[in-house]
């Protein structure tokens, strides 16, 4: 009995060799990975499964059932010899992988082979075959994918399906006597030997498939790598500049023999063999690149780079498309020597990596709107200034020069200063707090002369921090609507302090007045979002916020405190930097992702 349990498991091998080349398969796959697979790849798998099982019956051992002696297989059965085979080993794995449907109709096909083969046990065996490949299926049925694809599973189910063939034969087997005799003999070895057969196929399968999602782990990791130290190159957007950025960073990473990148009609970089007849700036050339721009999808190209050169060392290529939204914007291609260079996996990590570069250029829009952003708010500041304002200051220069000639030189000279400074802050996005202080007092010397005692301004600023940075086009928003506020319902006794403090590491600028002040649904209604409103408060102030934050960062404070008839208290608190570090500042709020 073990002589025969140690023949059966030395023909085990084949099991390895079938098990390995169905890995080559894509409907095999596609059923391992339980993907959608219709019914004639279905039958194809039934098939083939069938075909292992009669493969299995053919590599058995012949045993004489009154001696016991044990041949080789011979093309036909006698009534008095039975068959010691791994048959079920096919059906098993059918059943446990497809369902009940394939492991049924695989079961059938060994089956039905194995019951016109004749012999002692034809009928018991072909029968105990398909009731093999439905109980294997039902256990697919009732288990995940996972549970299907363990060998411990596969051990026990290869098992149980030769115990019950040897039931079988006990009970369909006649005589009896003889029957029980032959299950004594070959019963434990099949057992054994079917049931490591189930469990070294699909320990086989298992680890094809896991070493794959393992390469396919690696490159995943390898393309999130790439896209990462290609962020800082696509800033910019596609630009021959930063294609070939990127072409040198790919073709050190990426076992290719050429990286090439292009837009929509040009090549932009092209690194790597055959760089010396494709240029940058030159038209594409291949009508495969102007496929996957007008297509958008991934392209394989299997035959000889069509190129005007004979003698280009291009073969094989990848072609990616590069997408902005759901525009094609350029390619990404790579070249390759040979297809056994284009596995599924290489294909995969492009795709990836083409994905992951349209995803940098959408975000690299989106910083250029962004930026947009920022300028329309700087000129939201500047539509502000209201027109009447330019009027009733001429207005008030005109009452002063024939009474006061040097108050009205004074004032033109603060006029002019005002305007050009809000010209300035048209390119310049930051300034110094003495430069701010300056533009508040040009505007406030035209108001103080406009409204003469009804007006009084009070100056409360620590020394040191003249060259402190702030956006341009800061503090006047806040004066001006401290004025607004407090001139329009008082006829007398208006009064606005402007303070700078320091506060710790920070510095403190406020800006009060003692107007009708505001309630506190009006207070936090000022910060959430723009207020349209004729005296212009809530635009001014959300975008002084929101531009100060996104300049300085998020260590800058807001807070606005007001009561209703108490006047009004605007205090911004901006890091302590100073001028030196103006330039700093404006490269990070640039670059700022």
């Not at 800082?232 to 040198?248: D, F, M, V, Y």
């Not at 004025?483 to 600028?509: F, P, Q, R, T, W």
């Not at 723009?530 to 001014?540: F, K, L, Y």
Request: with cysteine; proline share 3%.
């Amino acid at each position: 009995m073990w002589q025969l349990c140690l023949s059966m498991v030395e023909r085990l091998g084949i099991i390895v060799m079938v098990a390995f080349l169905l890995t080559r398969l894509s409907y095999f796959r596609r059923l391992i990975y339980h993907q959608e697979i219709d019914w004639a790849q279905r039958f194809i798998i039934m098939v083939i499964f069938g075909i292992f099982g009669i493969v299995g019956t053919y590599t058995g051992l012949t045993v004489h059932v009154e001696t016991f002696e044990v041949a080789k297989w011979t093309w036909s059965l006698k009534e008095n010899e039975a068959l010691a085979n791994s048959r079920v080993i096919g059906v098993v794995i059918a059943g446990l992988l497809g369902g009940w449907q394939v492991g049924l109709g695989a079961g059938l096909i060994a089956g039905v082979h194995r019951l016109f083969l004749g012999g002692f046990t034809a009928v018991a065996c072909g029968v105990s075959t398909i009731i093999a490949g439905a109980i294997a299926g039902m256990v697919h049925h009732r288990k995940k994918r996972a549970f299907a694809l363990s060998p411990e599973v596969a051990l026990v189910v290869g098992m149980a399906a030769e115990t019950l063939q040897m039931l079988v034969i006990l009970l369909v087997a006649k005589p009896f006597d003889r029957a029980l005799l032959l299950v004594e003999e070959i019963g434990v070895p099949m057992i054994i030997a079917n049931g490591l057969g189930s469990a070294i196929f699909i320990l086989v399968i298992r680890n094809v498939f896991q070493e794959e999602e393992k390469a396919g782990a690696l490159q995943a990791e390898k393309a999130m790598r790439l896209a990462e130290a290609t962020v800082h190159h696509l800033r910019n957007g596609l630009t021959p500049q930063s294609a070939k950025a990127i072409c040198e960073l790919f073709i050190q990473e990426v076992p290719s023999v050429a990286v090439a990148v292009t837009d929509r009609t040009h090549i932009l970089a092209h690194v790597g063999a055959g760089s010396d007849h494709h240029f940058a700036n030159e038209p594409i050339q291949t009508e495969t690149t102007r496929q996957v721009v007008e297509t958008g999808e991934m392209l394989i190209v299997h035959d000889r780079v069509a190129c005007h050169d004979p003698n280009c060392p291009l073969h094989k290529a990848i072609i990616a498309p590069l997408k902005r939204k759901d525009e094609t914007v350029g390619t990404l291609k790579f070249y390759f020597q040979s297809d056994a260079d284009l596995s599924s996996i290489t294909f995969e990590f492009v795709k990836g990596l083409s994905s992951l570069l349209s995803l940098q250029l959408e975000i690299a829009e989106a910083e250029k709107y962004y930026q947009l952003m920022k300028e329309a708010q700087i000129k939201a500041l500047h539509a502000q200034v209201h027109p009447h304002f330019l009027f009733n200051a001429l207005n008030t220069i005109v009452s002063c020069v024939r009474i006061d000639p040097n108050r009205a030189r004074q004032l033109l000279v603060s006029l002019a200063y005002y305007f050009r400074k809000n010209l300035a802050s048209t390119t310049d996005m930051l300034s110094t707090l003495e430069e701010e202080i300056r533009h508040v007092k040009a505007y406030l010397t035209i108001e103080e002369a406009r409204f003469q005692d009804k007006l009084r301004v009070h100056y409360d600023i620590d020394e040191g921090f003249e060259r402190v940075v702030l956006p341009t086009m800061t503090l006047q928003p806040l004066v001006e609507n401290a004025v607004k506020h407090g001139l329009k319902y008082m006829k007398k006794g208006s009064e606005i302090v402007i303070a700078v403090k320091a506060d710790g590491e920070m510095v403190k600028i406020s800006v009060t007045d003692n107007g009708k002040g505001m309630t506190e649904e009006e207070v936090a209604q000022l910060l959430r979002t723009p207020v349209a409103s004729q005296r212009g408060i809530g635009i001014g102030l959300y975008n002084v916020y929101e531009r100060t934050k996104s300049l300085l960062g998020d260590d800058v404070r807001f807070a606005i405190v007001s009561a209703k008839g108490k006047g009004t208290t605007v205090q911004l608190t901006v890091p302590l930097k100073e001028e030196k570090e103006r330039g700093a500042i404006a490269y990070a709020s640039h670059h700022r992702r």
